[in-house]
């Protein structure tokens, strides 16, 4: 299937490794220019570069916190200038640290809406105007399948998600009219670094070793394993395609049948 987004333009946010950067290598594949960010210059750059290398497409690297807001005004100004034009928006961060209700402090509580909600607010804020102006845009939110089914001592987690949820909803529903189309995915288990921090707290708390925890992650999916970023980075391109066209407000797990609910 061609999915019609050759030299469109799109910014993956947190994107030097993980699901971010598979899902900008996924969309290079396709022939979309890039703007990848993260906090970290040098694992960003190389990641740039191996992008580059895979699939000779523009990328431009931009060094970026995400939970700051001048970074991320800063990332939106420097795409624009080198590529005239957002059209894709992929938006996604660092996981919130574990823990119950009462293990945090507000200032927790701060961090970990900075980073996981009001980043996806402010990078949509900069970005729709320029869609808008093109009648064009895609908009995918990376999340959890924690806003399907909460998951056990990721506070933080759960209810700052749930939030995207809305936003998402709300944003599709007054944008559709302008083709700009808004769509959430929530990764079950993918083997990525966070999957590595998750599975060391894990065994930590539990007594186990890290190798018995990754097997236990796997055997309660019902495909049997942990998935592979590009499982993921696969429907974050398509929903980013010329054919989602008919696709928003969507919330779409990715999980090999983790969730336990109906929807
Ligand atoms: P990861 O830790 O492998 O990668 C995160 C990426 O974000 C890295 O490139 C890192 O440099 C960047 N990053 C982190 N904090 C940042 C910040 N403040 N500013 C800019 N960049 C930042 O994580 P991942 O597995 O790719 O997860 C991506 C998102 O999906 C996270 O929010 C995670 O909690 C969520 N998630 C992942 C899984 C999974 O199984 N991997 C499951 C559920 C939810």
Redesign the pocket.
């Known amino acids: 299937m061609d999915l019609g987004i050759k030299d469109r333009v799109a910014i993956v946010?947190?994107?030097?490794?993980?699901?971010?950067?598979?899902t900008a290598l996924g969309l290079a594949k396709e022939g979309v220019k890039l703007t990848i960010?993260?906090?970290?210059r040098e694992?960003?750059f190389k990641?740039a570069d191996n992008i580059i290398s895979e699939t000779s497409v523009e990328v431009l690297p931009v060094v970026?916190?995400?939970?700051?807001t001048e970074?991320i005004n800063n990332v939106v100004k420097e795409t624009i200038n080198k590529y005239n034009k957002v059209d894709i928006l992929i938006n996604?961060?660092?996981?919130?640290p574990t823990g119950n209700f009462l293990d945090f402090s507000l200032e927790d509580w701060q961090k970990a809406i900075e980073?996981?909600l009001f980043?996806t607010i402010t990078f949509s804020n900069e970005v729709i105007p320029y869609m808008k102006e093109n009648n064009w845009g895609r908009i995918v939110n990376?999340?959890?399948?924690?806003v399907k089914q909460p998951?056990d001592g990721l506070m933080l987690?759960n209810t700052v998600?749930a939030g995207i949820i809305g936003l998402a909803k709300t944003l599709s529903n007054e944008f559709g009219p302008y083709n700009i189309l808004v769509n959430n995915i929530?990764?079950?288990?993918?083997?990525?670094?966070?999957?590595?921090?998750?599975a060391n707290d894990r065994a930590q708390k539990l007594g186990k070793s890290f190798d018995e925890v990754i097997t236990d992650m796997g055997s309660d999916v019902p495909v049997g394993r942990?998935?592979k970023?590009e499982e993921?980075a696969n429907l974050a391109v398509f929903l980013s395609s010329e054919r989602a066209s008919y696709i928003t407000g969507t919330t779409i797990l990715v999980d090999g049948g983790l969730a336990k609910g109906l929807m």
């Not at 960010?37 to 970290?40: E, G, I, L, Q």
């Not at 970026?64 to 700051?68: F, G, M, T, W």
């Not at 996604?92 to 919130?96: D, F, K, T, W």
């Open positions: 946010a947190a994107s030097s490794k993980g699901l971010g950067k598979a960010c993260a906090r970290d694992t960003l990641t970026c916190d995400v939970s700051k970074n996604n961060a660092g996981g919130p980073l996981n980043s990376i999340t959890s399948y924690a998951v987690s998600r929530c990764p079950g288990r993918i083997f990525t670094d966070r999957i590595t921090f998750l942990i998935g970023p993921l």
